[in-house]
C-alpha cells in the first residue's frame, strides 16, 4: 500500500501517560499534516510539517508536540494525557505545501481511561 | 477568525430525492472551498473544490460569496451516496485547512 499508514491503530492508555502516533505519507509527499477528530468536533488541524520543518500550526495544545524525519515520516507526540484527549487521530500528506487536496491516512484511535 | 459551518449533524433523504448538505464560512478574503466525504469503512477523501466548477459522482457545489455559502447539492440521492460530508475552506496561499464539523448523510432506500 502506497497511501499513507498510521501505527497503531488503536491505542489505551492512561492518564498521565505519554504516546507516540507515528505516521509515513505517501511516496513522494513531503507534507504531513495532523488532525484531532473527537466526538463532538469536527476535524481539528493541529500541525503540519513540510520537508522536515514546522509549516503552519493549528489548536495543537503545548502538551503535544511533533516533528518529521529526513525520511519524511512524522510522530505526534502526546504527554500528561487527559480523557478529554481521547480521539481519533488523522494523518495527511500531499506532495507540496500548497496543494488543495490531502490524502489521508486510516486514523489511530486514542483512548485515554 | 475563518471559521466552517456545517449546520446539519444529520441528513436522511430518501434515494431518487433531491440532496442539500449546507456549509457557511466566516472569512474576509477568498477562500478556496472544498467537499471531503469518507465512506464506510474508506479514507476520508476529497470529493470536489470549487474552483474547478466539476460534477464529481453527481454532486455540485456553488460558492455564493454574497451568502458565504458553499452547498453541496445533487438532484438524484442513491445509496452509494451514504457517508460523511466535510466541507473545508483554505486560505490563499496557505497550507492549513479548515474543517467542517461535518454531516452525515444517509440514503434511505
Known amino acids: 500500500d502506497s497511501g499513507v499508514t498510521q501505527t497503531p491503530k488503536h491505542l489505551i492508555t492512561a492518564t498521565g501517560q505519554r504516546v507516540t502516533l507515528r505516521c509515513s505519507p505517501r511516496?513522494?509527499?513531503?507534507?504531513v499534516y495532523w488532525y484531532q477528530q473527537s466526538l463532538d468536533q469536527g476535524l481539528q488541524f493541529l500541525i503540519q510539517?513540510?520537508?522536515?520543518?514546522?509549516?503552519a500550526k493549528g489548536n495543537i495544545l503545548e502538551r503535544f508536540s511533533a516533528q518529521q524525519f529526513p525520511d519524511l515520516h512524522s510522530e505526534l507526540n502526546l504527554s500528561s494525557l487527559e480523557l478529554g484527549d481521547s480521539a481519533l487521530y488523522f494523518c495527511?500528506?500531499?506532495?507540496?505545501?500548497?496543494?488543495?487536496?490531502?490524502?489521508f491516512g486510516p486514523g489511530t484511535r486514542l483512548t485515554v481511561t | 477568525a475563518q471559521r466552517v459551518t456545517q449546520p446539519e449533524k444529520l441528513l436522511s433523504v430518501f434515494k431518487g430525492a433531491p440532496v442539500e448538505l449546507k456549509c457557511n464560512y466566516s472569512?474576509?478574503?477568498?477562500?478556496?472551498l472544498f467537499w471531503y466525504v469518507q465512506y464506510s469503512r474508506q479514507r476520508l477523501q476529497l470529493l470536489l473544490r470549487?474552483?474547478s466548477r466539476e460534477s464529481i459522482k453527481g454532486f455540485t457545489a456553488d460558492l455564493n460569496k454574497g451568502e458565504t455559502s458553499f452547498h453541496l447539492k445533487k438532484p438524484f440521492a442513491q445509496e452509494e451516496d451514504s457517508a460523511m460530508y466535510y466541507c473545508?475552506?483554505?486560505?490563499?496561499?496557505?497550507?492549513?485547512?479548515?474543517f467542517g464539523s461535518g454531516t452525515r448523510l444517509s440514503i434511505r432506500p
Open positions: 472569512y474576509s478574503g477568498s477562500p478556496e
Open positions: 495527511a500528506s500531499s506532495r507540496g505545501t500548497f496543494d488543495y487536496e490531502q490524502y
Open positions: 511516496s513522494g509527499d513531503l507534507s
Open positions: 473545508a475552506l483554505r486560505e490563499s496561499s496557505a497550507s492549513k485547512i479548515i
Open positions: 470549487h474552483i
Open positions: 510539517y513540510y520537508n522536515g520543518e514546522e509549516r
